[in-house]
C-alpha cells in the first residue's frame, strides 16, 4: 500500500474565509458601482485575486487603467486583511482537526494547495501552521486555478505521485484542478455546485473514519 498524499485547500475548506472574500469583493465592487450574486460568486472561489477582478470588471463592462486595477486590488486586500485580524482558532470549520489528526496519525501525506497569497497568515491566526508537511500557496505558482499547478506542486513537494493524491476543495475551479491533476477530488459543499467532484461532502462532519480509511487503503 503506497502512502496517500492529502492537500488541502484552505478558504471555505479549512476556514470559512470565503465569506470574508465575499464581503471584501462586494464591498469593492459596489465603489466601483458593480454589484454581482452570490450565484456570480462562486466563480470567485478558487481563483486568484487578479482574476477575480478582472471578472468583476467584466461582470460590469467596466475597463480600467493598470494603476486603478493594482489600486482596487490592494483595497481589496486591505479590507480582506481587516476580517482576518479579528480570526482565531474557533474559525477552523468543523471536524477539520479531526480530519488532520487522523490523517498524520497514518503517517500519510498532508500538504496545503491554495490560491491565496494570505494562506501562512490565516494558518498562524488558527494555529495550523506547523501541521503540514508542505504549503503551497499563490506565491508558489503562476497559473491560477482550475489549472492543477498548486495541487501537482503539493504532489511533488510530498514527493507521492499525483494519482496517490486526494484533493479537499470548496471551489469549481479547484475540483476542476485536481480532475486535471489526475487526483481524487472531493467537493467540501454544495452537491449541485461542485457535481464534477469524485465525493461531495456538505461538510467534514459528514467524512467519515471508514471513508477516509478506504482512501488511505485504496
Ligand atoms: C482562494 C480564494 O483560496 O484564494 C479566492 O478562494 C481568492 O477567493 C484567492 O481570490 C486568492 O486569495 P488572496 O488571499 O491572495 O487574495
Ligand atoms: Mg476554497
Redesign the pocket.
Known amino acids: 500500500m503506497s502512502k496517500k498524499g492529502f492537500i488541502f485547500?484552505?478558504?471555505?475548506v479549512i476556514v470559512d474565509t470565503?465569506k470574508y472574500?465575499f464581503l471584501a469583493w462586494k464591498a469593492l465592487a459596489k465603489s466601483i458601482g458593480i454589484d454581482f450574486s452570490v450565484e456570480q460568486n462562486e466563480q470567485?472561489?478558487?481563483?486568484?485575486?487578479v482574476r477575480?477582478l478582472e471578472k468583476i470588471l467584466a461582470w460590469g463592462n467596466k475597463t480600467i487603467s493598470n494603476e486603478q486595477f493594482t489600486t482596487l486590488m490592494q483595497k481589496k486586500?486591505d479590507e480582506?486583511l481587516s476580517y482576518i485580524s479579528q480570526m482565531g482558532e474557533s474559525e477552523v470549520l468543523p471536524d477539520v482537526p479531526r480530519i488532520i489528526n487522523s490523517i498524520i496519525k497514518s503517517k500519510q501525506g498532508i500538504a496545503l494547495g491554495?490560491?491565496?497569497?494570505?494562506a501562512r497568515q490565516i494558518l498562524k491566526k488558527v494555529s495550523l501552521l506547523g501541521v503540514f508537511d508542505a504549503i503551497v500557496d499563490?506565491n508558489d505558482v503562476t497559473k491560477a486555478k482550475p489549472d492543477p499547478e498548486v495541487f501537482l506542486k503539493g504532489a511533488e513537494a510530498l514527493d507521492i505521485k499525483p494519482e496517490h493524491c486526494i484533493v479537499f476543495e470548496d471551489?469549481v475551479a479547484g475540483i476542476q484542478a485536481a480532475n486535471v491533476a489526475n487526483m481524487i477530488s472531493i467537493g467540501i459543499g454544495d452537491k449541485d455546485v461542485l457535481h464534477e467532484a469524485d465525493y461531495i461532502y456538505k461538510d467534514f462532519t459528514e467524512l467519515s473514519p471508514e471513508f477516509l480509511e478506504t482512501l488511505i487503503k485504496r
Open positions: 485547500d484552505l478558504d471555505g470565503a472574500h470567485l472561489k478558487g481563483v486568484s485575486r477575480s486586500n480582506y491554495s490560491a491565496s497569497k494570505n499563490g471551489s
